[in-house]
């Protein structure tokens, strides 16, 4: 399992936060500003796990969780939600298309990196 993560979230700052945390773990770190980029991103590397933002223009996380999912390739690649929404109808939907957690913003660095490396694991 390739070890490369996609981050996708339309906040730089989250995005640079992220990588920063994961890059210091040991995990190579590509970015996507919405979930339009992201699907453009998962057809040029090979994606170990990827971490998404729910509300982004052009294509929200739900809506690429699931393109995730159907895409032969990524079907069974790991995701976590990172995000500011803390509503259970959303955490349900995006367990029941795939998520395989669900963290909020501000996350907690240790946090973040032990659901990554637990998810590597899998």
């Not at 399992?1 to 945390?21: N, P």
């Not at 995990?27 to 982004?56: P, Q, R, W």
């Not at 294509?59 to 069974?76: A, V």
């Not at 957690?101 to 899998?122: C, G, N, Q, S, Y």
Request: hydrophobic share 45%; net charge neutral; proline share 3%.
């Amino acid at each position: 399992m390739s070890k490369k993560i996609l981050v996708i979230d339309d906040s730089k700052a989250v995005r640079e936060s992220v990588k920063i945390v994961l890059s210091n773990g040991g995990y190579e770190v590509i970015e996507a500003a919405n979930g339009a980029d992201a699907l453009s991103m998962m057809k040029k590397h090979s994606i170990g796990l990827f971490i998404s933002d729910i509300n982004m223009p052009e294509m929200d996380g739900i809506t690429l969780l699931r393109k995730i999912k159907e895409d032969n390739n990524n079907k069974h690649t790991p995701v976590i939600m990172l995000t500011t929404e803390n509503c259970n109808e959303l955490i349900n939907e995006s367990r029941a298309a795939g998520a395989k957690a669900w963290m909020i913003k501000p996350f907690h660095p240790e946090k973040l990196l032990d659901a990554v490396k637990t998810l590597f694991v899998i």
